[in-house]
């Protein structure tokens, strides 16, 4: 009776500690899973930032050159309209590699599609560039043409970009929940986002 209320004993005692092996275990992988998260956080929110500063940059671009075409436009129009279409085109192009790398961050198809859109507001671009800087008198179908294109172009665009929106609120609405149910173990507390 002692010896087997002894072996009882030792594998209790030995599924005990199994058991307390597996619970620190589990409770490491939980603390590197927060920890990481954490990381995301930090990472998302500087990734935020920076996006930020880079609109406000653009924006700051579109006012200067604002100013500038205005003033030059005093003495002559043309040149201030040209030099307006030129340097919005500079500042689209820039407009378009930023948003080319944010979306292409994405991978997959997404990363395809930013390609694809682009490639279109490059054309797009061009296509305004050379109808500002051709005569005015007499109606080229070629250039009609291409001024057709360009607002398929730009309906394209917005089109994708309210996709791209849709996409975005929803994933925020699938990941709302789960972001409110880790919080308090993230030490983010009530009310805080990244």
């Not at 406000?56 to 003495?75: D, N, P």
Request: net charge negative; with cysteine.
């Amino acid at each position: 009776m002692v010896e087997r209320l002894s072996t009882r004993l030792a594998e209790t005692q030995t599924a005990v500690n199994e058991s307390l092996k597996q619970s620190a275990q589990s409770q490491a992988s939980f603390e590197q899973w927060a920890a990481d998260e954490g990381a995301r956080r930090k990472a998302a929110a500087q990734a935020a930032y920076k996006r930020k500063v880079e609109d406000l940059q653009i924006e700051a671009q579109r006012s200067a050159l604002y100013i500038v075409t205005e003033i030059i436009g005093f003495s002559d129009p043309e040149s201030g309209h040209r030099i307006g279409v030129l340097g919005n085109a500079l500042i689209k192009a820039q407009e378009i590699n930023l948003n080319f790398a944010r979306n292409s961050e994405l991978g997959g198809q997404a990363a395809s599609l930013a390609l694809g859109v682009a490639t279109l507001n490059y054309i797009g671009l061009a296509i305004s560039v050379i109808s500002a800087f051709t005569s005015a008198g007499g109606s080229d179908p070629t250039i009609e043409a291409l001024k057709q294109i360009s607002e398929q172009i730009e309906d394209l665009r917005q089109e994708m970009h309210s996709r791209f929106d849709f996409v975005d609120a929803q994933l925020d609405t699938i990941l709302g929940p789960v972001d409110k149910v880790w919080q308090p173990y993230l030490g983010g507390g009530q009310g805080e986002e990244c």
